[in-house]
């Protein structure tokens, strides 16, 4: 991911920042679309790294079904990151149903929005990955700061930590 890109209307460069949420008509148009994707057996290049995750919510009662980008523990823990509202149905524990890599597979999701935790799994992951790899899964850092402390606070505000066990 570079450092600097152009911002078109103005032709000023933008510095990275925090990790920023996706439009809400871009999701509603795509998330159907991936949905079918990632329902089949190769989801293909495009699907890398995503998988689907099916919810209950817990006051309208109703199955939510959402595209994420996730990434694997070495445990073996499905990690994924929102700033999305809908990780709330899974804080203190919940059943979910995940579609990953054609396969349909019953897990048990929690849910953290404590920025320890948080900081802790993304440098975790950087640490493993690479700190240039960190935007797989949503998370916006500058690839010319450490990852220390201070800039994953600033890169995770307002991020939460859903983590899955199959």
Do not use: C
Not at 14 to 38: A, E, W, Y
Not at 145 to 152: E, I
């Amino acid at each position: 991911m570079a450092t600097n890109t152009q911002d078109r209307k103005n032709s000023k460069p933008v510095q990275p920042g925090p990790s920023r949420k996706p439009p809400t008509l871009l999701m509603k148009v795509m998330n159907p679309l991936m949905g079918r994707m990632l329902r089949r057996a190769k989801p293909g290049k495009i699907g890398e790294g995503l998988l689907l995750l099916s919810f209950t919510g817990r006051k309208s009662g109703k199955l939510y079904t959402t595209p994420v980008a996730y990434n694997t523990q070495p445990d073996g823990t499905i990690h994924v990151y929102t700033h999305r509202p809908w990780w709330k149905n899974m804080e203190g524990g919940a059943p979910v149903s995940i579609w990953l890599r054609g396969q349909q597979r019953q897990a048990q999701a929690d849910a953290t929005s404590d920025p320890g935790e948080v900081v802790a799994a993304v440098r975790a992951y950087g640490e493993r990955n690479g700190a240039a790899n960190i935007g797989r899964v949503g998370i916006v850092v500058d690839p010319n700061r450490p990852l220390d402390d201070a800039h994953l606070r600033e890169a995770t505000s307002g991020l939460h930590l859903i983590r899955i066990k199959l």
